[in-house]
């Protein structure tokens, strides 16, 4: 029972407070590229969370047979198999979806989050502990993706989830869909919004300035 | 040859790894503070990228497309799941081949690189050009130009935003976009103006 707290706060702390995208700047690439609507940054949390729970599970598990000098190798290869998994189930079962994702799921291989976890948490602690802060982890990166895909998903096609939410002007309604929304610039800006809305909200993540002017001297006249 | 050329193009420009595609973004973001290390990086990428997505092309055709063992008598076997796994792990034999090259007969140039180098063995970009080449069904020519393009591009985007970076470091940002933030805002207003790129290079 003592140990519950901890097993909390390990599994909330990256939700917000150590979010993985817009703090630790891992997993960015995939964040963005599959939030065009909210089905596929659906199906990419999902498997990303998976992937990184059980990799982290593995590889603590077996952490102290691991030789420290081919680590990384023994990693990736775990990684790997794990996500090779997931593009099997995914090309059998939502073969729609898994078309969308494109490259984006091999490409769970080399996402930093899994590997950077897996580095730097699941090597050193007990599997349990381990599952839990990656599952953590798989949450506020899920987060992140399930708020930019809905934000671009509802205001470039008027949709969620391919459901028609605002009304369209081209059917009769009054929303004029915003294309630039689906297109690349609009992830960056979301994102760059996101992370100014979460420090502005929890002012302590706020980076130190690289340059700090000198104190202004008053003119000697 | 004007293909050749023209997929060169759209690979750097229209479809630009960290820009238009988010590939790479970590290294990207982490590594464009100043311009000399997103140099490095910026080579470091070209090479690799040109070396690897030929050579997991030659792979891909020789041992893992589906039939390519008819020649033994089993076109039925087709290996391509293990694609992935193959390719990361001619990744990270190059990238340690080169680092060995480097060390042993450019150490000055080794030196500048630093600690970049092993770190491109999880670089998303790079597998990407490679599953990008298994997608498209690229040639051995084309996948030589599509990996030198996208490297090349990669390069002159991150040169590019540690430019920018460079001068913001004296500007006076509101507190909760400094760093992370407005770099997104940058790499955004960057990769607008590399979709106007799309009009200018025909896609293949």
Not at chain 2, 114 to 140: K, N
Request: hydrophobic fraction near 55%.
């Amino acid at each position: 029972m003592a140990r519950r707290p901890d097993l909390l706060d390990t599994l909330s702390a990256p939700l917000l407070r150590q979010n993985p995208v817009t703090l630790q700047i891992l997993g960015i690439c995939s964040a963005l590229a599959v939030t065009t609507s909210l089905a596929t940054a659906l199906t990419m949390a999902v498997s990303l969370t998976v992937v990184l729970t059980l990799a982290a599970g593995v590889i603590s598990a077996i952490r102290a047979h691991i030789p420290e000098t081919i680590r990384l190798i023994v990693q990736i290869v775990i990684i790997a198999s794990l996500v090779i998994v997931i593009d099997q189930v995914l090309q059998a079962w939502f073969a729609e979806i898994s078309r969308a994702l494109s490259v984006f799921v091999g490409l769970i291989t080399t996402n930093c989050l899994v590997l950077g976890r897996t580095e730097a948490y699941a090597r050193f602690h007990a599997p349990l502990p381990a599952m839990v802060d990656a599952f953590g982890n798989g949450l506020g990166y899920s987060l992140v993706l399930i708020v930019i895909g809905a934000l671009r998903e509802l205001f470039g096609k008027g949709e969620l989830m391919g459901i028609e939410v605002l009304p369209l002007a081209s059917s009769g309604g009054w929303y004029t869909p915003l294309s630039l929304m689906l297109l690349a610039p609009s992830a960056f800006f979301l994102l760059g919004g996101l992370v100014w809305a979460i420090r502005s909200w929890r002012p302590e993540q706020v980076e130190a300035p690289e340059f700090v002017p000198p104190a202004r001297t008053e003119p000697a006249e | 040859m004007s293909d050749l050329w023209s997929l060169f193009l759209s690979a750097g420009l229209a479809e630009n790894m960290p820009l238009s595609l988010f590939l790479g973004l970590c290294t990207f973001l982490a590594l464009s503070r100043r311009p000399e290390s997103a140099l490095g990086l910026g080579v470091a990428m070209t090479a690799v990228m040109g070396v690897t997505v030929p050579l997991n092309q030659l792979i891909y055709q020789a041992v893992l497309a589906p039939g390519a063992w008819a020649w033994a008598g089993r076109p039925e076997i087709d290996l391509s799941y293990l694609s992935l796994i193959a390719f990361i792990g001619v990744i990270a034999a190059v990238v340690q081949l080169l680092e060995m090259v480097l060390e042993r007969f450019f150490p000055a140039i080794h030196a500048a690189f630093g600690v970049f180098l092993p770190l491109l063995t999880v670089q998303c970009a790079i597998l990407a050009g490679s599953l990008f080449m298994v997608e498209r069904q690229f040639s051995l020519a084309e996948s030589a130009v599509f990996g030198l393009g996208s490297g090349a591009g990669f390069a002159l985007a991150v040169v590019m935003l540690s430019a920018v970076r460079t001068r913001l470091a004296y500007a006076d940002l509101p507190d909760g976009l400094r760093g992370l933030g407005i770099t997104f805002i940058l790499a955004g207003l960057m990769s607008l103006g590399f979709s106007a790129f799309v009009q200018v290079v025909p896609v293949p």
